[in-house]
């Protein structure tokens, strides 16, 4: 059983950057992939990120690639997302996921990955 909570959301003006953090709880974080998905108002959740247990493979959504970065800390339970040069289409609830074996194949489906976050918001301002 992994139980995650998202925080460092808040609202920041277009171009700003924020950090989020997902600390997990459990002794088998480590071995757990871990993904970063996003869902705006009237929209589908959509995939941001993933990373496998060990930081080797990393894999980011189009929309984000050179702007997001995605790390984890296997000893503090942690994973981040740092977000910079923020756009207002970035705007959205973003929850972090895990899945103990997660395929590069489907990574990006939601429906993959066992455990969720409740979400922490961000909104991007003009």
């Known amino acids: 059983q992994v139980q995650l909570v998202e925080s460092g959301g808040g609202l920041v003006q277009a171009g700003g950057s924020l950090r989020l953090s997902c600390a997990a709880s459990g002794r088998t974080f480590s071995s757990y992939a871990m993904g970063w998905f996003r869902q705006a108002p009237g929209k589908e959740r959509e995939f941001v990120a993933a990373i496998w247990w060990s930081g080797s493979n990393i894999f980011y959504a189009d929309s984000v690639k050179g702007r997001f970065t995605i790390s984890r800390d296997n000893a503090k339970n942690t994973m981040y997302l740092q977000m910079n040069s923020l756009k207002r289409e970035d705007t959205a609830v973003y929850l972090c996921?895990?899945?103990?074996?997660?395929?590069?194949?489907?990574?990006?489906?939601?429906?993959?990955?066992?455990?969720w976050g409740q979400g922490t918001q961000v909104t991007v301002s003009s």
């Open positions: 996921a895990a899945k103990k074996v997660l395929s590069i194949a489907t990574m990006h489906l939601m429906s993959e990955y066992d455990y």
